[in-house]
C-alpha cells in the first residue's frame, strides 16, 4: 500500500528543504510505501531550484504562474498514485512525525477521513509567555469550525486543519474547484455532505508568524464563510 504525501510550495527557500528531509525520515506504519508529491505553485525565490536537486527522491511538479494552495493541492491528486493521501504544508508548523497517528484509524478501518487537530486543547492566552500566536487566527478557526458543525451537523474541532488525510475511495468520488485556501472549507463540505465522519487525531503545531512567511489573510476567511454556505445551500 501507499501514501501519496502531497506538499504545496509557494516561497519556502527558507523550509522545503528541511520538511522535506522530515517527511522521508517520518515513521510510518509497516509496509506503508511514501510518494512525495510536491507542487511548485510559480515560486518566484529559490525554492524551484532546491527542488529541482530533490528531483530525484521525489515527484516535482510546477505551475508556471502562482494559482493558489488548491490549485496545487488538485494538481498534486491528479497525479497521486497512493491509495491514501495526505496534505503537507512546506512551512515546518506541522510535523511528519504525526503521520502513523494520523493513517492508523484508516488501516484499522475506524476512519476512512481523519484530520489532524490543533484545536481540541490549544488554548487562548492574550498575554504572558506562552501567548497564541496569532490569536484573531485562533478565534478566526474556532468560529469557521463551529459554522461547519452547525450546516453540516458535524463535530470537528479544526475544519482549518492542513493535515487531512482521506483514501483514494473518497478522493475520486468528490470534484474539487479551490484555488486558494477555500480548499479546507470545500474538501470538508463535500466529505460531510457525502455522510462521511470525520475522524479527529490531536497534534502539536508551531504557528508562524506573517514576518515569518504566513499568507492566509482576511479576506481567505471571508471566502471560507461563503465556501461553507455555498455547497451546504447550492452546489
Known amino acids: 500500500m501507499k501514501l501519496s504525501i502531497i506538499i504545496p510550495v509557494y516561497n519556502e527557500e527558507k523550509t522545503i528543504s528541511q520538511i522535506l528531509y522530515m517527511i522521508k525520515k517520518a515513521k510510518l506504519p509497516k509496509g506503508l510505501q511514501r510518494e512525495i508529491i510536491v507542487v511548485d505553485d510559480g515560486s518566484s525565490d529559490?525554492?524551484?531550484k532546491i527542488l529541482e536537486q530533490q528531483k530525484a527522491s521525489i515527484k516535482y511538479l510546477r505551475h508556471n504562474n502562482n494559482m493558489g494552495k488548491g490549485a496545487a493541492i488538485r494538481t498534486g491528486l491528479e497525479r497521486a498514485t497512493g491509495e491514501i493521501f495526505i496534505i503537507q504544508d512546506a512551512d515546518l508548523e506541522y510535523n511528519p512525525q504525526d503521520y502513523q497517528r494520523l493513517i492508523d484509524p484508516i488501516l484499522e478501518k475506524k476512519a476512512k477521513v481523519v484530520f489532524g487537530t490543533r484545536l481540541k486543547n490549544y488554548p487562548l492566552k492574550f498575554w504572558g509567555k506562552n501567548k497564541t500566536v496569532l490569536p484573531t487566527h485562533l478565534i478566526a478557526n474556532r468560529l469557521l469550525t463551529t459554522l461547519t458543525n452547525i450546516l453540516y451537523g458535524s463535530k470537528l474541532t479544526d475544519m482549518e486543519t492542513c493535515y487531512k488525510v482521506f483514501t483514494k475511495e473518497?478522493?475520486?468520488?468528490?470534484?474539487?474547484?479551490?484555488?486558494?485556501?477555500?480548499?479546507?472549507?470545500?474538501?470538508?463540505?463535500k466529505i460531510l455532505k457525502k455522510g462521511i465522519?470525520?475522524?479527529?487525531?490531536?497534534?502539536?503545531?508551531?504557528?508562524r508568524t506573517y514576518a515569518q512567511g504566513k499568507k492566509i489573510g482576511i479576506w481567505d476567511g471571508l471566502v471560507a464563510v461563503w465556501t461553507l454556505f455555498k455547497y451546504r445551500f447550492i452546489n
Open 46 to 48: 529559490l525554492t524551484s
Open 170 to 189: 473518497v478522493i475520486s468520488n468528490i470534484v474539487l474547484k479551490a484555488h486558494r485556501f477555500d480548499f479546507e472549507p470545500e474538501l470538508t463540505a
Open 197 to 207: 465522519k470525520i475522524y479527529e487525531v490531536p497534534i502539536v503545531t508551531h504557528p
